[in-house]
């Protein structure tokens, strides 16, 4: 499954709100002069591009100037956030995606939006599909809402990057693909060490599609290079007891609207050696289909092995 992205939520506490000056940051409740601050607005980013992608800058609310019992005069802090219901933030980033590889690449992206001691506040993902050689692309990322008591948002990094080639991209929701088939991957489940994730096959197209057998599997690194010394397993091969991943294959013929689906099922544990990990795999529904990249983050561990189970109808 995909490596859980991390969140994590600190103590509640009094609103802290970044306020941007001529000489850099400072912090509410400082002692900083009211009519010098200008809170809210647009905060240009000077971080550095993950593979690609960076953030150009960050657009935060306005402030609410009024008197605080500071030292040195007025002080600058936020509105009191709603305690039943969560807040609207109003903070947004603007970011750009540039190609500089010789193929056109489809981007997804987890943009985290952080507090001043940089605690995860909420993550957003965004894929940018398409990106052709040498090509730029710019977009807005939004939080909508922030939870009741957490603290404002201050800044927004790029967490996490994956691209594939486009023409290997899953198809995007309600989109077929020429070949008249979908395949897509579940965001996983985990427990106790064990990682199960769901591949499904869509028949989106005009014409029965005859399946038999298992998903073909090309697992890939972070370059997008194959991976060696990972044993496929057909069925659990003794990783663990799941009801129905060991159901050996049967022939199967997906009238147009019906699904197929199959699993994989690895171990999270690390012994000696270098631990594995395999944020791409290439699946072919069936022999002589088109490669469909899907990104399921497999964290092998030391195991050495991954299972997968045979293709069977969707009900």
């Known amino acids: 499954m995909p490596r859980p992205v991390p969140l994590v939520l600190p103590a509640l506490a009094a609103a802290v709100l970044l306020l941007t000056t001529a000489c850099g940051t400072e912090h509410a409740g400082r002692g900083v002069d009211a009519g010098a601050a200008t809170p809210g607005g647009r905060t240009a980013v000077t971080d550095p591009p993950v593979d690609g992608v960076r953030v150009t800058s960050v657009t935060l609310p306005a402030a ?33 995606v540039t190609n500089n590889g010789p193929v056109a690449m489809t981007y997804t992206i987890v943009f985290t939006f952080a507090d001043d001691a940089g605690g995860a506040m909420d993550n957003r993902t965004r894929t940018v599909a398409g990106v052709g050689p040498g090509r730029t692309v710019r977009g807005t990322v939004t939080m909508e809402t922030l939870p009741p008591g957490a603290s404002p ?11 594939v080639p486009a023409s290997e991209a899953p198809a995007a929701p309600g989109v077929c693909p020429p070949s008249g088939i ?34 073909d599997l090309t697992l890939l690194d972070a370059d997008r290079e194959p991976v060696h010394g990972v044993r496929i397993l057909h069925g659990s ?21 019906r699904s197929a689906s199959a699993g994989l099922m690895w171990r999270n544990t690390t012994g000696s050696g270098a631990a594995v990990d395999v944020p791409y795999v290439r699946v072919r529904a069936l022999p002589g289909a088109d490669p469909v990249t899907v990104t399921p983050h497999l964290d092998l561990g030391t195991t050495g092995e991954l299972g997968v189970s045979a293709w069977k109808p969707v009900p």
Do not use: Q, W
Not at 72 to 81: I, Q, R, S, T, W
Not at 195 to 215: E, F, I
Not at 237 to 257: C, E, H, M, N, Q
């Open 64 to 96: 609410t100037p009024t008197p605080s019992p500071t030292r040195g005069g007025h002080g600058v802090h936020a509105d009191p956030l709603p305690t039943g219901t969560p807040a609207a933030t109003g903070v947004s980033a603007a970011y750009e």
């Open 153 to 163: 948002v201050t800044r927004v990094k790029v967490l996490r990057v994956t691209k």
């Open 182 to 215: 979908r395949v897509t991957a579940d965001d996983g489940d985990a427990a106790m060490g064990l990682r199960v994730v769901g591949l499904r096959l869509d028949n989106c197209g005009t014409r029965a599609v005859s399946l038999h057998g298992y998903p």
């Open 237 to 257: 091969g003794g990783i663990a007891t799941v009801t129905g991943f060991d159901d050996p294959p049967r022939p199967l013929t997906l009238a147009p609207g």
